[in-house]
């Protein structure tokens, strides 16, 4: 069996992490700071768990410059757990608001009005505007989004969920590219006295499975990704995948999420950056009585940003060993590219995709990406061979371990190859990849080179 330092891992998800760090982990997990226990055994409400989550917080803060309006949570759930968290609280905030307007609407009508009357008539109201009004915006691009968007509808309804786009439509039943924003059918903002706009809308920044990344933030959403009344955001961004691999303006979004396990740590951690204004106290979090009164669903209490903000990621009993992993990932960006922070990482990966493609790009009679040039994603090469064709591709694999390149094997849904470019990838790793892409192509166009030759030689014979 190869050792650690002979493996390339390009696999997507749990995704590499840098040797030194997991050297100090084992260490940590058994005797961490000379308290003569490890940090698993360690509770996590000590002292020395508060500074983790304290230390992990400002580097996080730091790296993505993410502003004091913005609280960070540490979750537990992962990405799925969020399709579900973002729904529960968006909807949330957009009934509050409602609620809020209605009343106020009531009592401009009739300020005689008292509590009893008031509450009765803003519910009469409320029962109306709910099954009409009340639309969750989803920007179907790829697997994951697709999945958010089923969950919404689940625990929902489907007459709620507008799917704005479907990347597939045009594209042969296929995730292989974004159509232009001025196909979106987006939910009409909201306006003074008028519709109530939608309570989110949501995208996956980079679908993982299909290998679709959003090269910018969408143009469109400048302005229609804002509630107009409240002049607050209201997209919501999926992260996992891309996170920390190039700079985000955190303010122009309601809530983003991330897995931790791609570029941030391990598995079981979630990282959730949301807008204090769309937490207790600033914004209330409806009653259950109402929810359970117009059907709609109520958050468990682990999902509850509010309870999980107001407790400091520490309702539950969460795993700080995660934390310190990711806090360590952070800790090490920061070192390696110092003053330029995110912007380091971001060139890096840019570097690393650009070669990667290139070689792709190079040999089209053995590779073929999979998504449409402009939305290649940076972090999940996908791409088959010889047409995808099992028997090349199988082969193509074989090679690749062969030389201790492993982790290359599409997702089980859509086959084919994926080379995960996440931050712990070094420059090495892919241009020992981009050596095997190129040895194996020349071989296969040599070899039919020489079919052909022989063949016309037996003709001419």
């Not at 009765?120 to 639309?135: A, G, N």
């Not at 070094?426 to 020992?432: G, L, V």
Request: hydrophobic share 40%.
């Amino acid at each position: 069996m190869p050792s650690r330092s002979e493996v390339t891992y390009f696999g997507a998800g749990p995704a590499p992490l840098p040797t030194p760090i997991l050297q100090a982990a084992s260490e940590a997990l058994l005797d961490f700071q000379s308290t003569g226990i490890g940090l698993v055994e360690h509770s996590h409400r000590s002292s020395i768990a508060n500074q983790i989550l304290a230390d992990t917080k400002a580097d996080l803060r730091a790296l993505l410059d993410i502003p004091d309006d913005y609280e960070i949570l540490f979750m537990q759930g992962g990405g799925s757990g969020q399709f579900s968290a973002v729904v529960y609280h968006m909807v949330g905030v957009w009934l509050e608001r409602r609620r809020q307007a209605i009343e106020k609407d009531l009592l401009e009508t009739d300020s005689g009005l008292s509590k009893e009357p008031i509450a009765k008539q803003v519910l009469e109201r409320l029962t109306r505007d709910v099954p009409t009004s009340l639309k969750l915006d989803y920007l179907v691009t790829g697997s994951w989004s697709l999945k958010a968007s089923q969950e919404a509808a689940r625990l929902v309804g489907a007459e709620h969920i507008n799917v704005a786009v479907d990347a597939r439509t045009d594209n042969g039943g296929k995730f292989i590219d974004i159509p232009p924003e001025a196909t979106w059918a987006l939910t009409p903002a909201a306006s003074h006295g008028h519709t109530p706009g939608p309570a989110l809308i949501y995208y996956c920044d980079n679908e993982t499975v299909d290998g679709v990344e959003f090269p910018a933030f969408p143009a469109c959403l400048e302005m229609h990704g804002r509630d107009a009344v409240a002049d607050e955001p209201l997209v919501v961004a999926d992260m996992s995948s891309n996170i920390l691999s190039r700079r985000v303006d955190v303010r122009r979004f309601a809530i983003i999420f991330a897995g931790a396990q791609k570029n941030l740590g391990t598995t079981g951690l979630t990282i959730v950056i949301v807008k204090k204004s769309l937490l207790p106290p600033h914004c209330s979090t409806p009653e259950p009585a109402l929810l359970r009164a117009l059907g709609l669903p109520i958050a468990p209490i682990i999902f509850d940003y509010g309870t999980i903000a107001k407790h400091g990621s520490l309702y539950n009993t969460l795993s700080i060993f995660d934390v310190w992993i990711a806090g360590q990932v952070l800790r090490a960006l920061r070192t390696t590219h110092g003053a330029a922070q995110v912007s380091g990482v971001e060139r890096l990966a840019n570097a690393k995709a650009r070669l990667i493609y290139a070689v792709l790009d190079r040999y089209p009679q053995v590779y073929q990406v999979v998504p449409r040039p402009g939305v290649r994603s940076r972090m999940n090469i996908c791409f088959r061979v010889a047409g995808g064709q099992p028997a090349a591709e199988a082969a193509w694999l074989e090679g690749a371990e062969e030389r201790h390149l492993m982790g290359l094997k599409g997702h089980r849904s859509v086959g084919g190859i994926r080379c995960s470019n996440y931050n712990a990838i070094p420059m090495a790793a892919a241009t020992k990849l981009v050596e095997y892409l190129e040895m194996y192509a020349r071989k296969q166009l040599d070899g039919k080179a020489s079919s052909t030759k022989t063949k016309s030689e037996v003709v001419d014979a």
